[in-house]
């Protein structure tokens, strides 16, 4: 009341005591942080403290993250996968007619039937939900078309993964992720030309890391290694997840192992490794490189803790000639048995173990049956791989002559062979070097030990022996082919 009666009588305020500079500074300091705090409120974070950190920027959910991974044919980690499987199976509970959702639900299935080798659990309920997709909506569903290419692609089915993803190019043609699908499905059938096409107008259509890893799978299997090398190195500084580095770590270090390069190989296996723990093939590419090395126990770990949560029949058959070429025999036909077990369970599932098995029981069944099974499967699905294979069968069952038919088409250029393999290259010599063509067979044993000198722990060492067998070439030697 005094201080409103001297205001009346003064028409000024009362004069209240100076603060002191300390006291001052606090206010000052509060009205500063005060304003900050609701620009921050308001306007989003405009500028930092000193001394302060900005927050990381959340990222999309793990159902969100793997949705996107899957739509994208690109790697998604197995925990993302499970969020988003049971997002779509609560989702299509109360809406069974959500066409896009069945569509989504087979694509995370085929993926998480090729991240555990569960073939036989995934592969059939993602043909369900991709069919249930087209019957709820028959046309103008590219995505459950693109999906039955996909799931037929992980089943080694070629001509069906052939036949959805050209119907899904014919239904959506600048639909782009129906390319990929055909891509591999013309490779698997041993149509290079048309493979070479659908990436041409996958790269008109769309750019980005997806599109340089299918590139680069393509320039693999045409010979050119340095493209390849570049467009997988490209492909993951663009990865959208570590998820997807890590796919694309794993398989520029199956390039480097390819041309023998170890050191290499092995940093970028332990790279994807590290990005995703479950990148199992990665696990295997380091037990491979580590036996190359020498360091057989951390090898052989490798291989079982990768095998123990994917038993794919090719690990299994690899860690068998591990085992072989150190003499441990027992351990080695436990695998083989593992191999078969799997890829009878794997044909549950509807997955084509025709070549796998036919490469085992060549070199450590029956050749005869290995020659029957690959016969089959080349008039099915005319690959190189196939050719390979064959031929190789065909030499351990004694027939050289025609062996050398198929081994030409796997390692010739004008055939579609230019991929650079020890392994292809490897067979064919020894081929050759039963045909007595010791010209040939020398230049040809010679350059797979020149691409991969540690392709194989049993081949590599027999290789080397059939050179020494071989000496040096002679000067009545017939000039090489």
């Known amino acids: 009341m005094d201080s409103a009666m001297k205001t009346e009588a003064t028409g000024r305020p009362p004069q209240t005591p100076a603060p002191r500079e300390g006291a001052r500074s606090r206010l000052l300091r509060r009205i500063l942080l005060g304003s900050l705090a609701g620009s921050l409120l308001l306007g989003g974070v405009l500028v930092l403290l000193p001394g302060e950190t900005r927050p990381p920027?959340?990222?999309?959910?793990?159902?969100?993250?793997?949705?996107?991974?899957?739509?994208?044919?690109?790697?998604?980690?197995?925990?993302?996968?499970?969020?988003?499987?049971?997002?779509?199976?609560?989702?299509?509970r109360e809406h069974p007619r959500d066409f896009r959702s069945w569509a989504v639900l087979g694509a995370a299935y085929v993926e998480q039937g090729r991240r555990t080798a569960d073939a036989s659990v995934f592969y059939p309920k993602a043909e369900r939900a991709l069919r249930t997709s087209l019957r709820v909506r028959?046309?103008?569903?590219?995505?459950?078309?693109?999906?039955?290419?996909?799931?037929?692609?992980?089943?080694r089915d070629f001509r069906a993964a052939r036949t959805w993803g050209e119907a899904a190019r014919t239904l959506a043609p600048k639909r782009w992720t129906a390319y990929p699908q055909l891509i591999d499905a013309y490779t698997g059938l041993g149509d290079h030309k048309k493979a070479q096409a659908a990436l041409d107008r996958?790269?008109?259509?769309?750019?980005?890391?997806?599109?340089?890893?299918?590139?680069?799978?393509?320039?693999?299997?045409?010979?050119w290694r340095e493209d390849a090398a570049a467009a997988l190195s490209d492909a993951a500084a663009g990865a959208s997840s570590p998820a997807e580095e890590a796919q694309w770590r794993e398989r520029?270090?199956?390039?480097?192992?390819?041309?023998?390069?170890?050191?290499?190989?092995?940093?970028?296996?332990?790279?994807?490794?590290?990005?995703?723990?479950?990148?199992?093939?990665?696990?295997?590419?380091?037990?491979?490189?580590?036996?190359?090395?020498?360091?057989?126990?951390?090898?052989l770990s490798a291989y079982q803790v990768a095998l123990d949560r994917q038993p794919s029949p090719q690990y299994a058959l690899e860690l068998g000639e591990l085992y072989e070429s150190l003499g441990m025999v027992r351990e080695a036909r436990v695998q083989y048995d593992l191999l078969r077990q799997r890829v009878r369970q794997e044909a549950a599932g509807g997955v084509d173990g025709q070549l796998v098995l036919g490469r085992f029981e060549a070199d450590h069944g029956d050749p005869a049956a290995a020659v029957r099974r690959l016969r089959a499967e080349w008039r099915r699905q005319p690959g190189i791989a196939v050719a390979d294979a064959l031929g190789w069968a065909l030499h351990r069952a004694g027939q050289d002559k025609e062996a050398l038919k198929y081994a030409v088409i796997a390692t010739d250029k004008?055939?579609?062979?230019?991929?650079?393999?020890?392994?292809?290259?490897?067979?064919?010599?020894?081929?050759?070097?039963?045909?007595?063509?010791?010209?040939?067979?020398?230049?040809?044993?010679?350059?797979?030990?020149?691409?991969?000198?540690?392709?194989?722990?049993?081949?590599?060492?027999?290789?080397?022996?059939?050179?020494?067998?071989?000496?040096?070439?002679?000067?009545?030697?017939?000039?090489?082919?």
């Open 414 to 481: 004008a055939h579609g062979g230019a991929v650079r393999s020890a392994p292809y290259a490897y067979h064919r010599g020894m081929i050759e070097r039963g045909l007595k063509r010791y010209g040939p067979a020398r230049r040809h044993l010679q350059e797979a030990l020149r691409i991969n000198p540690y392709f194989s722990p049993l081949h590599a060492r027999t290789a080397r022996e059939a050179l020494a067998e071989l000496g040096e070439p002679a000067v009545t030697d017939p000039p090489e082919l």
């Open 252 to 299: 520029a270090g199956q390039l480097a192992w390819e041309r023998g390069d170890r050191e290499v190989a092995l940093r970028l296996f332990r790279e994807a490794v590290r990005l995703d723990p479950d990148q199992r093939a990665a696990q295997i590419g380091q037990g491979r490189v580590l036996a190359a090395l020498g360091r057989t126990a951390k090898a």
């Open 202 to 223: 996958l790269t008109r259509l769309r750019s980005g890391p997806e599109v340089r890893a299918r590139a680069a799978v393509v320039y693999w299997d045409r010979g």
């Open 57 to 92: 920027a959340p990222g999309p959910l793990p159902g969100a993250q793997a949705h996107s991974a899957v739509r994208t044919g690109v790697a998604a980690a197995l925990p993302d996968l499970a969020v988003l499987i049971e997002e779509r199976e609560t989702r299509l």
């Open 138 to 155: 028959p046309k103008d569903n590219a995505e459950a078309l693109v999906g039955l290419a996909t799931l037929a692609n992980a089943r």
